[in-house]
């Protein structure tokens, strides 16, 4: 690859349906993950008034700085990097939400309502600041800095929507599962059928993987009573984690190519 191609790649992933099924994944683990030191080891469900949720919420946050760090600190895309900022974000995202929802009795559509007006503020600064809201333009500190920002308002949003879909409307997780599921088939036939934006289809999707994400991990590890399948939050976590890694392995992980890269290689 020549030097004026390598200059415009982008420091996220190609956004193929590989992603589309990584994202899932890592968003799923985040439930679980952030259930298991909430609920399993903080026991933040038994009592929402006992710190659980906030000190996981500290303890996921720290985790997200630190790979937010790094992952401005590379000078390249690394797939392992920014897979890992991703579950951190979606994990504090449950955990955020959570502390919202029922610690502080915001309720559901409170906090979804908070959260939409944060996620749409950060991408409209975003845009107004940079001209373009594109993840193929993710190649700069600064822009990288809106682009972790955006995605942990819609992690955050993604959980309150999932939590609101399946327990005040009564749903339960499955049927959730399938709103979701349904939306995003949607979404995809827009992409391939229309003309509609690409960049609002990508945000519209990445905000509705979390709550599938969401839902798809509390039917895993909440009690059957609940509509649950009882299963340990840990060792569902672990599980996810594994075919999540394998994933990435397996499915080429190549960077997005940044809209300059066309001018900047030099003619054939």
């Known amino acids: ?64 700085i630190a790979a937010v760090i790094a992952q401005i600190a590379m000078k390249k895309f690394n797939p392992v990097i920014y897979w890992f900022t991703i579950v951190a974000s979606t994990t504090v995202g449950t955990t955020m939400a959570d502390f919202a929802d029922r610690s502080l009795g915001i309720g559901y559509a409170g906090g979804s309502a908070i959260l939409l007006a944060l996620l749409l503020t950060s991408l409209l600064v975003w845009r107004w600041r940079e001209g373009t809201i594109s993840v193929n333009s993710v190649a700069t500190p600064r822009v990288e800095i809106f682009y972790w920002t955006t995605i942990l308002f819609s992690q955050t949003l993604g959980t309150a929507l999932g939590d609101w879909m399946a327990d005040t409307n009564d749903l339960g997780y499955e049927n959730a599962a399938l709103v979701f599921g349904s939306g995003l088939l949607v979404l995809a036939t827009a992409y391939y059928f229309t003309s509609v934006s690409r960049v609002f289809l990508f945000w519209a999707a990445f905000i509705l993987t979390r709550p599938l994400g969401a839902t798809l991990g509390d039917l895993f590890d909440k009690p059957i009573d609940h509509g649950g399948f009882a299963f340990s939050r840990t060792a569902a976590t672990a599980v996810l984690a594994a075919v999540m890694v394998a994933l990435i392995l397996v499915i080429p992980q190549r960077p997005g190519v940044h809209p300059g890269a066309a001018a900047q290689a030099p003619a054939e």
């Open 1 to 64: 690859m020549n030097e004026g191609v390598k200059a415009g790649l982008s420091k996220v992933p190609e956004v193929t349906i590989g992603f589309w099924i990584v994202k899932i994944l890592a968003t799923t683990i985040g439930e679980t993950g952030g259930d298991a030191v909430t609920m399993s080891l903080l026991h933040a469900d038994r009592n929402a008034q006992n710190d659980g949720y906030l000190i996981g919420t500290a303890i996921f946050m720290g985790v997200l």
